[in-house]
C-alpha cells in the first residue's frame, strides 16, 4: 500500500558526489543517501567527481564527501553557479582536501598545494594539515542557526583540521587546538578552527561541517598497508555528529525550510 508524502514540497535535484583517498567512501555514500533517501521529495544521482558538470548545474543541491578530489576549473564553475542561482552545496569532512602523498624513498610528509583555487574560494576554506585523530571538544560558537540550535557541547573522536579560511564565514561550531600536525608540511595549529560554518554564494549558501573520518580495511593500500585489518567508524557513532549531520542533510534538500519538511526525529 503506498503511504502518503511526508512533505509536500516540489521535486529536488540533488547531485551526491562521494570519492576519493583515504577514506570508507563506500560507508560514507550509504550512510548519506539514507539520509536523503528519508525525504520523498528528493531525487539523487551519485557521483565519484565533479566531471558531470550538466548534472551539477542542473541540481538544486549537491552534497559532497570528498578526498583529494580536485574540480577544476570548469567544475568549479558549474558549482559556483548552481551555488549563485539560489542551489546549496553541503561540502563534508575533506571535500576541501588537495593532498600529495610522500615519495615512496622520501620522508613521510603529506603536501597540501593551492591544486584547486576556484573550488577552495567557494568552499571558502583550503585544508592544511590536521593533528592525530583523538577525542576533542566540540562547541557551540554561539551564533544563532536553526542546524545548532539545542546543540550543546560534545566530545567526539575525529579528524579536526588546521584550514586556511576566508573572512566570510558564519562558523557555528568550532574547536579548540594548539600542537602539533604531524605529517604535514603545515606542521603547528593554533587557536580555534571551525568546525561547521556556512557562507554566501550569490542566492545560494554552502554548508560545511568537517567532521565524519571514516576508514575501511583497504583505504591505504597506496601508502604500502594492504590491510588494516579492521574499520574506522568512531566519529559516526557521535549522536551529536549523527544530530548536525541529519540537519545539515535535511537543509541541503529542502534549503532553509527545512524544518517544515521533516523525514526524521531530530534530538
Request: charged share 25%.
Amino acid at each position: 500500500m503506498a503511504t502518503s508524502a511526508r512533505c509536500h514540497s516540489g521535486r529536488v535535484e540533488v547531485a551526491m558526489v562521494v570519492g576519493g583517498r583515504w577514506h570508507d567512501v563506500d560507508f560514507a555514500r550509504r550512510e548519506l543517501l539514507a539520509l536523503v533517501g528519508a525525504h520523498d521529495a528528493a531525487r539523487t544521482t551519485v557521483h565519484s567527481d565533479f566531471a558531470d558538470v550538466a548534472r551539477i548545474a542542473d541540481a538544486d543541491a549537491v552534497i559532497a564527501y570528498t578526498c583529494d578530489v580536485r574540480p577544476n576549473a570548469d567544475e568549479a564553475e558549474a558549482l559556483r553557479s548552481m551555488v549563485a542561482d539560489g542551489g546549496r552545496l553541503l561540502a563534508l569532512h575533506a571535500t576541501n582536501s588537495a593532498i600529495d602523498p610522500p615519495e615512496p624513498d622520501g620522508p613521510r610528509m603529506f603536501r597540501t598545494p593551492d591544486a584547486m583555487p576556484g573550488f577552495s574560494a567557494l568552499l571558502g576554506n583550503r585544508f592544511l594539515a590536521h593533528p592525530k585523530i583523538a577525542e576533542f571538544r566540540i562547541e557551540p560558537t554561539g551564533v544563532a542557526h536553526a542546524l545548532v540550535d539545542g546543540v550543546e557541547s560534545f566530545t567526539t573522536t575525529d579528524e579536526i583540521y588546521v584550514s586556511e579560511l576566508s573572512d566570510d564565514l558564519r562558523v557555528l561550531l568550532d574547536v579548540e587546538y594548539s600542537g602539533p600536525t604531524p605529517g604535514f608540511e603545515t606542521d603547528h595549529g593554533e587557536g580555534r578552527h571551525p568546525v561547521l560554518f556556512t557562507r554566501p554564494e550569490g542566492r545560494g549558501q554552502i554548508t560545511y561541517f568537517t567532521l565524519g573520518h571514516c576508514r575501511g580495511r583497504f583505504d591505504v593500500v597506496d601508502l604500502g598497508i594492504d590491510d588494516l585489518g579492521g574499520v574506522d567508524r568512531v566519529a559516526w557513532e557521535s549522536p551529536e555528529y549523527r544530530e548536525v549531520l541529519g540537519r545539515c542533510v535535511d537543509w541541503a534538500v529542502h534549503g532553509d525550510h527545512w524544518q517544515e519538511c521533516p523525514a526524521r526525529e531530530s534530538a
